[in-house]
């Protein structure tokens, strides 16, 4: 099978290797890339699941250095171990017997009586970040009690982080917005009546609670993989995407794990980050894994929020190993759209509107990023995964200009591009002023490093990967000192 979706282990590389370069590497970039994802997905079910394993590109003087490793989980290391999974995955899953025996060991920890009980996978495969002083990675998934302290040199693991706070919740994001104040946003979940927003001190870890919000349906939350967050406001958007209890166990419900109640709409749960004051919106239904990018208008009148949007989770469905390998499945198309949440008290309506022109290459927005510098301001662009169609995959990088609907797309025949890494040039003035950094798997096996010029989104260079990198999720760039 393809790289992108490989079972194969890939092997780690711990000791960096200089990667050939085709091209030119601007000298400016200097720093580090890293991206998390699954180093492999055998035995897996789902594009979701597969042990994490951390990618780092150390730029230098237009040169480029790879290495990568896993991340010595629990999960993981049982898994390489013994060849058998000990825990579920989103997914995929243990036997039914094996489940209901880790769901009775779950209420045993839940009572007190067995701390220390491992119950859920602690795979932290999602997302990482850097520490403040740029010398450990935080590795992020949806469990708050996995993630891991990685050393930013070497990519080994040094353990698991406990935030000892006491903030309630088992779920939260591996999609924090990090502040210009330097502090987190976040929120966690769990089988209770509320959701928890929370601000994260990036030195202690330390969370503090700005919010509780009320479940629609307690104890049942809704999934939420990532939210709107603003300086002054976070949305916590109860899209009518529910967990499903049995589901937990068992992962039979009609969307894995969750149940799609769309004649629920969307309740949209606004929180003031400085009161911590919550006001409720209603809005239509919709789906979105990510959130491309959030402001307040300059007149304060409105916060808007963009997003690719599925229509249903239907696209979780499709993103399993049987469609990917077999059935193939057309793209479900996620057209971009803006909510607008009046922040004048005029009303409690939030409206949707598209965003880009009506054409067919517009219709597929996945793992979007802006800009950095753009984040949680108003903003013109945004790099995307997107499809040159017909595909059962996402096969293209694009870049929106959100103000003029339009966009710019590069696609090579075969290739499968993942979340694209937008580096802004030091010192720069325009908001497209910089590279844009890909992991693609190629078309005749094996993976490149892609770098597209922001502004013309053409390729200035690509380095080509001493192993096949599969299919991968989110990262981060960390500037050189
Ligand atoms: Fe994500």
Redesign the pocket.
């Known amino acids: 099978m393809r790289t992108a979706f490989s079972e194969e282990f890939t092997p780690e590389l711990t000791v960096p290797v200089e990667a050939e370069v085709q091209g030119k590497i601007p000298i400016w970039l200097h720093g580090s890339f890293v991206r998390n994802g699954p180093g492999s997905h055998h035995g897996m079910t789902h594009l979701f699941d597969g042990y994490a394993m951390l990618v780092k590109f150390a730029f230098k003087n237009g040169s480029v250095k790879v290495s990568h490793r896993y991340i010595d989980s629990v999960a993981y290391n049982t898994y390489r171990d013994t060849g058998k999974m000990q825990f579920s995955e989103f997914a995929t899953r243990v036997s039914p017997l094996k489940s209901l025996w880790l769901a009775f060991l779950g209420i045993v920890a839940s009572t007190g009586i067995g701390p220390g009980i491992k119950v859920f996978t602690d795979n932290s495969s999602?997302?990482v970040l850097p520490t403040p002083d740029g010398k450990q990675l935080l590795s992020l998934t949806e469990s708050v009690s996995s993630t891991y302290c990685i050393d930013f040199d070497t990519l080994k693991t040094l353990g698991r982080l406990d935030h000892g706070d006491g903030v309630e919740g088992l779920l939260t994001t591996?999609?924090p917005t990090l502040l210009p104040d330097g502090s987190l946003i976040n929120l966690t979940s769990g089988f209770g009546s509320h959701y928890t927003v929370v601000r994260q001190d990036r030195t202690t870890n330390v969370r503090t609670e700005i919010a509780k919000v009320p479940l629609k349906h307690p104890p049942t939350p809704s999934w939420i993989?990532?939210f709107p967050v603003t300086e002054n406001y976070a949305v916590v958007p109860e899209t009518p995407i529910f967990f499903n209890t049995k589901a937990a166990i068992f992962g039979d419900a009609e969307y894995i794990l969750f149940d799609w109640k769309p004649e629920e709409r969307t309740l949209l749960h606004l929180v003031n980050l400085k009161t911590g004051a919550v006001t409720q919106f209603d809005a239509p239904p919709y789906f979105a894994?990510?959130y491309i990018n959030t402001f307040e208008t300059a007149d304060g009148s409105s916060l808007c929020f963009d997003f690719g949007d599925f229509g249903d989770p239907e696209i979780v469905r499709s993103l399993s190993f049987d469609n990917i390998r077999s059935i193939q499945r057309p793209l479900a198309a996620s057209p971009v759209l803006r909510m607008t949440i009046p922040l004048d008290g005029s009303s409690t309506i939030a409206t949707v509107q598209p965003l880009m022109k009506d054409d067919d290459s517009y219709t597929y927005c996945e793992?979007p990023l802006v800009n950095p510098q753009y984040k949680t301001k108003e903003y013109r662009y945004a790099y995307v995964v997107s499809a040159k169609t017909p595909t059962f995959f996402g096969n293209a990088l694009s870049k929106f200009d959100v103000k003029e609907g339009t966009t710019k797309q590069w696609h090579e025949a075969g290739c499968i591009p993942v979340e694209p890494m937008m580096v802004p040039r030091p010192g720069a003035q325009d908001e497209d002023d910089g590279v844009v950094l890909s992991i693609v798997a190629a078309a005749e096996g094996g993976s490149f490093l892609l770098v597209l010029d922001a502004k013309s989104f053409e390729e200035v260079a690509r380095a080509q990967l001493p192993h096949g990198i599969p299919h991968g999720?989110?990262g981060c760039f960390v500037p050189a000192n």
């Open positions: 999602v997302n591996a999609h993989h990532d894994f990510h793992l999720f989110h």
